[in-house]
């Protein structure tokens, strides 16, 4: 399963107030009207599968579902990064330097054996989503509480799209 | 000062290999040739601007400088979305739901009146930035350590880019 994320571009300054003072908090937003597409991957996708969809959509984060396509997890980019790193230069960073070129291949060929469950941060397992009449300032506490960089949000025990911090603060700050 | 980020917009699946196996770690790529430009704040800025660059180039995060302009910290996204939200709604989130919209309105001006650093999460303060010249490999190790959406890239104690983990997934996977 997979969406193709739609992002709004938006110009450099565009929407914002002149001064900080004067942005309000529209807590009565929902998360359904924040939603965007974006794709998804489940916990036995392969872990490298997910890698390459974070890289080629430059997201953030990925969401996880279970077979019955309810969300459960958040795999975050950062944390994907670590898995193409060898765990002795994870400890010790200063070895990298030293690493030799094949050596760098095999660390991503072990991604690649390895399924998204396998990578996934325990904090941000069983994460819980949003429903889709949750207000922002719902959504905005859970995201701040787990530090995830983006939320599900879910209708009828569907997914319907997914919240980004980013986007949280674009609604938050531009009302 | 503020550098307008220039993304890469790929499409679904493009430059992808096959199968996974075929991906490998280029780990002679350098941190210069990665870096982009990305909006920079101080730690002396308006946390209410950070937020609003964050929201408006819907960035995973942004490097603080200290006043010389060199990098020290960086602020995540999902960090400052803490900072919209009441304390007694991070600890307990299901009060958000009877939050009255003026208590939302006096939390985002809360924001306004805050410094960068007052917002700045501990353990992404002092984060070490990535030398032009370090490998991919280097520039990985210290972002999976510190689980940082991004790392900045000095050379000649100036701030020459950004690197987000999507990016670094973009070229480790793609070469």
Redesign the interface.
């Known amino acids: 399963m ?1 969406h ?1 994320p739609q ?2 571009h ?7 107030p002149p001064n ?2 004067s ?6 937003m929902r998360a359904a009207q924040l939603a965007e597409d974006f794709p998804v991957v489940t916990a036995y996708s ?1 872990a ?2 997910a ?2 969809l ?7 984060g990925i969401v996880v579902t279970d077979e019955s396509g309810k969300p459960f997890a958040v795999l ?7 898995f ?2 060898p765990k002795y ?2 400890e010790d ?1 200063s070895l ?2 030293v ?3 094949s ?3 095999r ?3 072990k ?2 054996g390895k399924k998204v469950r396998d990578v996934l941060p325990d904090h941000l397992a069983n994460v819980p989503w949003a429903h889709a009449d ?2 922002i ?2 959504v ?6 787990l ?3 983006l939320i599900a949000v879910v209708k009828d025990n569907k997914l319907v799209g997914v919240i ?7 609604a ?3 009302t």
């Open positions: 997979c193709v992002r709004a938006r110009g450099a300054t565009a929407g914002s900080g003072r942005a309000v908090l529209s807590s009565t392969d490298l599968a890698a390459r974070l890289a080629e959509h430059r997201l953030p975050p980019a950062s944390q994907v990064v670590r193409i790193v230069v994870q960073p990298a330097g690493l030799s070129e050596m760098a291949d660390a991503a060929d991604l690649g949750d207000t300032i719902e905005a506490a859970v995201m701040a509480r530090r995830s960089p980004t911090a980013s986007r949280l603060l674009d938050a700050l531009n």
